[in-house]
Structure formats: C-alpha cells, structure tokens
C-alpha cells in the first residue's frame, strides 16, 4: 500500500534560520508532489508541485524553494525564514491524473 | 489570483438538519471538482467528486452540485452528524498539468 510521510511534525525556528521539510512517498513510483501551506484565510494554498524528478512548478513567489532529488522525495527549504513563513505545510501525492490525492499529516511552522 | 473560493468562512448547523456548503471558480477549464474534509493537525481527505460533465453526484449523505454556467458547486450533507465538524475545502482539478487547486476553505461546526 502507498504511503506518504513527512517530518517533522512541529517546528519552531527563529528568523532568518535555514529551513528544510522533507517528504517521501513509498509504494508507489513516478507519483506527482506537491506542498501546500494552511494559512487563516487562504485555505490550501499550492506552493510548488512536481510531475517527476527535477521538474518544479513554482506556484507564488516566496522565500520558498523546492526540490525533488529522488522521485519519491520532495523536498521544501528556506535559506532564510521570515515570520510570515510561519504555517501548517502539507505534502501531497496524487495519481490517476489527480483525482486521487493523498496528504501527509502536515508540519506545524513557528517562525520566532 | 484564487481561481477557487469559498466566500462563507463558517457555518454552524443543527444535527439532523442539512449542511450546504457552497464554492465558487473563475477557470473554466477544470475537469473535475472535489471537495475534501480537514481536521486540525491533519492532512485533507477525500470526500467526494464531480466531473465537469456531470451536474450531480451523491454518495450517501454526501451529495455534490455543479453548476458550470454559474461556475458554482455545493456540497450536501444530509443528515448533518456532529463528526460533520471539520473545516471542509473544495478543489478544482486541471487534467492538463494535473494540478490540484483548493478553495480557501468553510469551517462547519453541527451544533447537538
């Protein structure tokens, strides 16, 4: 069965740190990525989404950055946060086309 | 620019009654819409879809309209049930670049 996880669950880092939140996908191969962020107001709004290895789409501009080194990892980063980075990111995969999409259990961001 | 919305941030039913739950989009080339139900510290699930051929889909208490002239969907619940309770997002799916689109969201509270 697939599976989808992401770490870690809470963070709180302080401005202008680094930030790295990482998401891998198992039981599945060549799955489409995404990370999102919950923000009051927003709802989901997509970040960055990913059909294959290498392949990032950019959704907002931001302070954010996203890679896929393997084809089940996705990766999102920050060289340096501000506060209003603080939110709950959640990393998705999705297959048959999209209409089948699965989340991970998201991680709760704290920029101080 | 939210392609996706949903203009009633909450709603508060009584159990037994019905809940409708109503979103709006601009893009008219979405294949198929979705709608998902969230509770907090957890990633969305899936509810229910529509085509974009379709105007009605029912799943149980779960029942989705579309209305592609008014570019207008709702979710039905009926009867509303307090494990109703969560913050419900509809999304909007592109076959194209399969990419997911939510709404921002509509926090629904079933009052016993």
Known sequence: SQTIHQWPATLVQPVGSPLSLECTVEGTSNPNLYWYRQAAGRGLQLLFYSVGIGQISSEVPQNLSASRPQDRQFILSSKKLLLSDSGFYLCAWTRDRGLEAFFGQGTRLTVV | ?112
Request: hydrophobic content about 35%.
């Open chain 2, 1 to 112: 620019d939210q392609q996706v919305k949903q203009n009633s941030p909450s709603l508060s039913v009584q159990e037994g009654r019905i809940s409708i739950l109503n979103c709006d989009y601009t893009n008219s080339m979405f294949d198929y819409f979705l709608w998902y139900k969230k509770y907090p510290a957890e990633g969305p699930t899936f509810l229910i879809s529509i085509s974009s051929i379709k105007d009605k889909n029912e799943d149980g208490r779960f029942t989705v309209f579309l209305n592609k002239s008014a570019k207008h969907l709702s979710l039905h619940i009926v009867p509303s049930q307090p494990g109703d309770s969560a913050v419900y997002f509809c999304a909007a799916l592109n076959f194209g670049n399969e990419k997911l689109t939510f709404g921002t969201g509509t926090r629904l509270t079933i009052i016993p």
